[in-house]
T-cell receptor
């Protein structure tokens, strides 16, 4: 079974704090994705990475950065959390770059910024 | 207009009913996904299809590439089918998601 884990299921932070969300996979997949999910808007892509130290902006990268130092680990960083970043954050993985692949999702982190 | 539209947004059914959820898209795609999300957040991939029809247990997914339309059918629905069903399309590594259909099946 594919396993994608996220560092926390629930997280509460204060405005201005630096927040790290971590995603770890055990499948040796190349592609890793960070999404946020908001009611009525569906999943929106924040950033994705197709290799170690590589990253590409998704549809809503503002206010976020990412890090991929090892193939199995993809971190999402909120440099200075704001209340409009309260959301469900989902990590996903898929196989090889530029080939069409099923995506496997982590359990999600529900982040609340007060 | 969203590139992926699902209908209905909300659906309630009695146990045993046949259910259909629809997905229309406006972009060229390599494949379409149907995903299931239970309360609590985790998303599971149900189907990935690029043509025709796929069946898994009581779930059937169809796609018409010419009409840019897909349907997800659930036969003999059960309360455990209650979830949000999400349609997603893609032609590269990235997916475009619909906003989901919330299904509640009552005993």
């Amino acid at each position: 079974d594919v396993k994608v884990t996220q560092s926390s299921r629930y997280l509460v932070k204060r405005t201005g704090e630096k927040v790290f969300l971590e995603c770890v996979q055990d499948m040796d997949h190349e592609n890793m994705f960070w999404y946020r999910q908001d009611p009525g808007l569906g999943l929106r892509l924040i950033y994705f990475s197709y290799d170690v130290k590589m990253k590409e902006k998704g549809d809503i990268p503002e206010g976020y950065s990412v890090s991929r130092e090892k193939k199995e680990r993809f971190s999402l960083i909120l440099e200075s959390a704001s209340t409009n970043q309260t959301s469900m954050y989902l990590c996903a993985i898929s196989g090889r770059r530029n080939s069409y692949n099923e995506q496997f999702f982590g359990p999600g982190t529900r982040l609340t910024v007060l | 207009k969203n590139e992926v539209e699902q209908s209905p947004q909300n659906l309630t059914a009695q146990e045993g009913e046949f259910i259909t959820i629809n997905c229309s898209y406006s972009v060229g795609i390599s494949a379409l996904h149907w995903l299931q999300q239970h309360p609590g957040g985790g998303i599971v991939s149900l189907f990935m299809l690029s043509s025709g029809k796929k069946k898994h247990g009581r779930l059937i997914a169809t796609i018409n590439i010419q009409e840019k339309h897909s349907s997800l059918h659930i036969t003999a629905s059960h309360p455990r089918d209650s979830a949000v069903y999400i349609c997603a399309v893609g032609n590269t590594d990235k997916l475009i998601f619909g906003t989901g259909t919330r299904l509640q099946v009552f005993p």
